[in-house]
T-cell receptor, first 114, second 114 residues
Framework: AQKITQTQPGMFVQEKEAVTLDCTYD???????LFWYKQPSSGEMIFLIY??????QNATEGRYSLNFQKARKSANLVISASQLGDSAMYFC???????????FGSGTKLNVKP | DAGVTQSPTHLIKTRGQQVTLRCSPK?????VSWYQQALGQGPQFIFQ???????QRGNFPDRFSGHQFPNYSSELNVNALLLGDSALYLC?????????????FGPGTRLLVL
């Protein structure tokens, strides 16, 4: 079974609008971390935001927020006020603390239209 | 504050050859992880090094080996290269002591096997 599932291969959003990128995960661990990374065409993975499994509040980092629904095992990324520079691949990832392994989803390609 | 660096940036090899990729972690980090990212896919975890020892390993054959030096830098070695080893190889560093253990990635090494 896939540990991380990103069901949106590609997304379009108008500049200045908000967009939600979906991510669901599968784990039996009680303690885990969820991450979102941005990968521009240059290839470098840029850390955006982190959510711990025990964190009660949804994480926020500037224009990025993580909609964490633990019972549904979902960790969607919300980007507010999209900018042209947000066009990139976005990856959801999970770290299972017991085994200390990281798993990445297949990514969502976001295109921001002017 | 120097980020994660990798060398070389690009590499072309032929089948059967051996390759060594290098990584220097972000200042203050003690843990290095390696990933393989095939075109159009998410990164796949190869292994992680801490205190000069391999802590965790993904589903990669023994042809993939690594090393971590006392200064925390790391090498990834791949023997008997196959065409399917062509990919972007990403190095990520983190600080083990932190519960969050966010990984910060380098720019990657693009390996092409002919």
């Amino acid at each position: 079974a896939q540990k991380i599932t990103q069901t949106q291969p590609g997304m379009f959003v108008q500049e200045k609008e908000a967009v939600t990128l979906d991510c669901t995960y599968d784990t039996s661990d009680q303690s885990y971390g969820l991450f979102w990374y941005k990968q521009p065409s240059s290839g470098e993975m840029i850390f955006l935001i982190y959510q711990g499994s025990y964190d009660e509040q949804n994480a926020t980092e500037g224009r990025y927020s993580l909609n964490f629904q633990k019972a549904r095992k979902s960790a969607n990324l919300v980007i507010s006020a999209s900018q042209l520079g947000d066009s990139a691949m976005y990856f959801c990832a999970m770290r299972e603390e017991i085994l200390n392994k990281f798993y990445f989803g297949s990514g969502t390609k976001l295109n921001v239209k002017p | 504050d120097a980020g994660v660096t990798q060398s070389p940036t690009h590499l072309i090899k032929t089948r059967g050859q051996q390759v060594t990729l290098r990584c220097s972690p972000k200042s203050g980090h003690d843990t290095v992880s390696w990933y393989q990212q095939a075109l159009g896919q998410g990164p796949q975890f190869i292994f992680q090094y801490y205190e000069e020892e391999e802590r965790q390993r993904g589903n990669f054959p023994d042809r993939f080996s690594g090393h971590q030096f006392p200064n925390y830098s790391s090498e990834l070695n791949v023997n008997a290269l196959l065409l399917g080893d062509s990919a972007l190889y990403l190095c990520a560093s983190s600080l083990l002591a932190t519960r969050q253990e966010t990984q910060y990635f380098g720019p990657g090494t693009r390996l092409l096997v002919l």
